[in-house]
């Protein structure tokens, strides 16, 4: 079976750029992304100096929308021809945009309301701009009520009904939903039940049996669990792209630069051998490690601490990514 590299790095550069005097050059972190042979990126919102950047590249690019624009582009036809406008149109030519992200963990919460019609306004806004890229959202495992055994996962009483119009969306695009998957927080959260090794994917010894299937890693559980809630609601034919996961390197007992890279390589020896999860084997895991860099500017503690790079582009640790 051929192996596609799907193992990226999510890029906050956006966040970053106001992090005074530490941030890198958009030129310089695109090449930077090019030595390491990261293909695909995801950007949390169209900051124009990095398309630019970006422009030419070859990389794959996840583009973001702000939360706080999802009310007026779902309420607006009109808004959501001009973001298209503005962001995706002077770029298309030269940036390669894999999917427009119509928010990001707004589900659950007062937000939520807007993201399908955001979605579907996008979708005719690009499709109008002869931009036909596909639109997706960004969901938390919080979207689910049940965390054990995978096959038990579906949608809360409170997100069921709005999972179920995106899940139809997603249906009939024939898209994949992304979501943001940490076995971190599960393992800090619950290390009696949720031991290291599950979540570093060597859990032989801790694997778990959900009928007849065998979990050997907390990431493949997360997914299955999202799987299970996708099926519960008419969305098998949906797949999942993990667009976050990573491991922080400080701010808390677990959170160590051996441990951040512990997860990260051995995440990317599991999504690169193609082997899927129990519920989908065979289909590789398209996944974004969170985060390419360090950042100043969110709370202290693990927050700050997600990154592969330092804001000035030397490794925190380092991540063997294939070459080819």
Known sequence: MSIVLNITCTCNWCELWVSRGQSPAPANV?????????????IFNPNPDVLTALGGSGI?????????????????????????????????SSVKFTYISAGNEVIPGPLAGNVLGAMQNLDAAL???NSPIPVRTVVPMQVLDTSFPPS??????????????????????????????????????????????????????????DGSLHYTNLLDAMVDLVYSALEKVGGSTVDIVVSETGWP???NTDATVEN?????????????SGQGTPKRPGKALETYIFAMFN???KPAGVERNFGIYY???????HVNFPSS
């Open 30 to 42: 695109v090449a930077l992304l090019k030595s390491r042979n990261i293909q695909k990126i995801r």
């Open 60 to 92: 794959e690019v996840i583009l973001g929308v702000w939360n706080e624009n999802l009310e007026e582009l779902a309420s607006n036809a009109t808004a959501a021809a001009r973001w298209v406008n503005i962001n995706v149109t002077p770029y298309k």
């Open 127 to 129: 499709n109008a701009a």
């Open 152 to 209: 038990n996962g579906k949608f809360s009483d409170e997100t069921a009904a709005t999972m179920q119009g995106i899940v139809g969306f997603l249906t009939a695009k024939k898209a994949p939903l992304l979501l943001n998957a940490y076995p971190f927080f599960a393992s800090t959260g619950d290390p009696t039940n949720v031991p290291l090794d599950y979540a570093f994917f060597v859990g032989n010894s801790v694997g778990i049996n």
């Open 249 to 251: 390197s400080a701010g």
């Open 260 to 272: 951040a890279k512990t997860y990260a390589n051995n995440l990317v020896s599991h999504v690169a």
């Open 295 to 297: 950042e100043n500017l």
């Open 311 to 317: 804001p000035d582009m030397t490794e925190v640790y």
